[in-house]
T-cell receptor
Framework: ELKVEQNPLFLSMQEGKNYTIYCNYS?????LYWYRQDPGKSLESLFVLLSNGAVKQEGRLMASLDTKARLSTLHITAAVHDLSATYFC???????????????FGKGTHLIIQP | DTGVSQDPRHKITKRGQNVTFRCDPISEHNRLYWYRQTLGQGPEFLTY????????KSRLLSDRFSAERPKGSFSTLEIQRTEQGDSAMYLC??????????FGPGTRLTVT
């Protein structure tokens, strides 16, 4: 069974600061997803990481994947208030012959960025 | 708007009633997924279609739940004999091959 754990689950930070959200998964996975969710809204796709060492950046957000450590990180640079949201990572379970397409999500990191 | 759409957006029903939700995926996407999300939790996978074939079902999908995608386009999720524990946001997502899953706005179900 694939388990996905995020750390921290709650983060309050000031504008202008840098921080990293960690996502660990328990068994082999070939891809890692990051999503953003605003209160009462659906999920917005941020990044899809497909290989070991993959790094993707969009604005102030940068995501990376280390498949050997079963770890992905989402780094926030010089945070701004508009980045306040809940961030989810999700992984796809691998099994012999392919992968399951249903994703396993972490509990989410509730991020508040204060002026 | 060419995103994933879901209908209805909100549904309030009494315990024991049946409900049906609809999802229209992004038009060229051949894969369609259903998830359930409760307050403060991440989405939980329910089931997955590739075209009209239902290829995966989670253990969460009890026999009261049934999903169809009859022509490989829209999908329906039916819950029979609803229970209070079924109250949640039901999310639909679609994807093209292995290109990332794009989520719809969700249907919020409240069972009273």
């Amino acid at each position: 069974e694939l388990k996905v754990e995020q750390n921290p689950l709650f983060l309050s930070m000031q504008e202008g600061k840098n921080y990293t959200i960690y996502c660990n998964y328990s068994t082999t996975s070939d891809r890692l997803y990051w999503y953003r969710q605003d209160p009462g809204k659906s999920l917005e796709s941020l990044f899809v990481l497909l290989s070991n060492g993959a790094v993707k950046q969009e604005g102030r957000l940068m995501a990376s994947l280390d498949t050997k450590a079963r770890l992905s990180t989402l780094h926030i640079t010089a945070a701004v208030h508009d980045l306040s949201a809940t961030y989810f990572c999700a992984a796809r379970l691998m099994y012999s012959g392919g992968g399951a397409d249903g994703l396993t999500f972490g509990k989410g990191t509730h991020l508040i960025i204060q002026p | 708007d060419t995103g994933v759409s879901q209908d209805p957006r909100h549904k309030i029903t009494k315990r024991g009633q049946n409900v049906t939700f609809r999802c229209d995926p992004i038009s060229e996407h051949n894969r369609l997924y259903w998830y359930r999300q409760t307050l403060g939790q991440g989405p939980e996978f329910l089931t997955y279609f590739q075209n009209e074939a239902q290829l995966e079902k989670s253990r969460l999908l009890s026999d009261r739940f049934s999903a169809e995608r009859p022509k490989g386009s829209f999908s329906t999720l039916e819950i029979q004999r609803t229970e209070q524990g079924d109250s949640a946001m039901y999310l639909c997502a679609s994807s093209l091959v292995e290109n990332g899953q794009y989520f719809g706005p969700g249907t919020r179900l409240t069972v009273t």
